[in-house]
């Protein structure tokens, strides 16, 4: 069974078939949000510290973490920036972090000062950004994203992003990363747009997971751009991509609809075993209300996070489409 281990300093995380859904906290990320990148730039870390409690507090089981506040001239400020972020939000949660940048030096400084075993977050099928990128990936011993896309960008044929997410992990494999620690991104077209787009993750899920044997991720709010009320299209697509073979998204963890839909498909999917998470949750539910999530553990901020107060979006062009 494969089996992606995720890690901070104090808790271990395993993405698998057999797992329940992996939720990628979104919200530490500029790309987008004007106001975020300003204070990050100014540095102001009010948001990225309520964003990254509030995450925590809603039941995201990793935290994606974003410093790409400008693109010019992102490697001179990216590397930085990422890096006080990242112990930022270290001091805050004890959750798993997800590296997310498509600048090679801030990737590697973020790296530096990780705790535990983050996700690197990502790398496409580029010539360039695997000769740039996997060897990192190598010597930290992290999994990584992979990005169906490649030097001719991103393809409507399902079939070519299979192929490019295989060449991935092949190359992987030559760098002597295991197909466990390849996440794949099979790259969530807009349903609005694309009217086959839900059909052809799914099919494209199954493919992954049967013939690559690898776990697998997304942008899941992609799947609702241009659409209204998207938070509907999105919890009812979250357990279908579930049964499909999905094993993480990269998502608002505070809309509790879709969070719902995630904890009742772990029960469903019967990775919730007992439903012990969805008794946690709902024991004292009301209609019309929202249950609170079940306690997560979270540090207080100490000398970092005081002396954070004071003081581009990464390689994922398909994913700028935040719900």
Not at 262 to 278: H, I, M
Request: proline share 6%; aromatic share 4%.
């Amino acid at each position: 069974m494969t089996r992606t281990i995720v890690a901070s300093a104090t808790r271990e995380i395993v993405i698998g078939f057999d797992q329940p859904f992996c939720v990628i906290g979104e919200r530490i990320n500029p790309t987008g949000r004007k106001k975020l990148a300003a204070e990050m730039v100014a540095g102001n870390f009010e948001t990225v510290i309520k964003d990254a409690l509030e995450q925590a507090a809603a039941g995201a089981t990793m935290l994606d973490v974003n410093a790409g506040v400008t693109a010019v001239d992102p490697n001179a400020t990216e590397p930085a920036l990422l890096v006080q972020t990242m112990e930022i939000v270290q001091g805050l949660v004890d959750l798993p972090l997800s590296i997310d940048s498509s600048v090679t030096a801030a990737i590697e400084a973020a790296l530096k000062v990780a705790k535990g075993r983050p996700l690197v977050n990502s790398v496409t099928g580029e010539e360039e950004k695997l000769e740039a990128i996997l060897p990192l990936v190598k010597k930290y011993n992290v999994p990584v994203v992979a990005i169906s896309n490649d030097e001719t960008g991103i393809s409507m044929d399902p079939d070519v992003r299979f192929a490019v997410a295989k060449k991935i992990v092949e190359r992987c494999a030559d760098f002597g990363i295991p197909a466990h620690d390849v996440v794949v991104d099979p790259l969530v077209m807009p349903i609005g747009a694309l009217g086959d787009a839900g059909r052809q993750v799914f099919a494209l899920l199954r493919r992954l997971r049967e013939e690559l044997k690898v776990n697998t991720t997304c942008g899941l709010s992609n799947i609702s751009f241009g659409l209204p009320h998207r938070h509907g299209i999105n919890a009812s697509f979250i357990p279908m991509v579930i049964g499909a073979g999905m094993t993480s998204a990269i998502m608002n963890p505070c809309r509790p609809q879709e969070m719902e839909a995630v904890r009742g498909a772990n029960v469903l999917a019967g990775t919730d075993e007992n439903c012990t998470t969805w008794i946690k949750t709902y024991k004292d539910y009301k209609p019309g209300e929202h249950a609170a999530p079940a306690p997560v553990a979270v540090n207080t901020p100490g000398a970092e996070g005081s002396a954070a107060g004071g003081r581009r979006r990464g390689g994922r062009e398909a994913r700028t489409n935040r719900g």
